[in-house]
């Protein structure tokens, strides 16, 4: 079962209020997104703590029901 991208947009700003999320569906399957987040909270943080925060927003759905997400990640300039 694939996910939605209103599911994956709904998830992160649950996890991360702040966050502008822009979200792209690659192939039209459901199955590979493109996900653009940007928030205020991510401001001094490394690249890789912004992407586990985004993880971690997604609940263990990346590599299971989200088969591919191509993730960018920044704080508001």
Not at 20 to 44: K, N
Not at 46 to 61: D, N
Request: glycine share 8%.
């Amino acid at each position: 079962m694939a996910m939605d991208a209103n599911e994956i947009r709904r998830m992160i700003q649950e996890a991360i209020p702040d966050a502008q999320v822009t979200i792209r569906d690659l192939a039209g399957d459901g199955d590979h997104y493109a996900a653009e987040v940007v928030a205020e909270s991510f401001r001094g943080r490394s690249r890789v703590q912004q992407h586990q925060m985004v993880y971690e927003a997604l609940k263990g759905k990346m590599g299971g029901v989200l088969h591919a997400l191509a993730l960018q990640t920044s704080a508001p300039d």
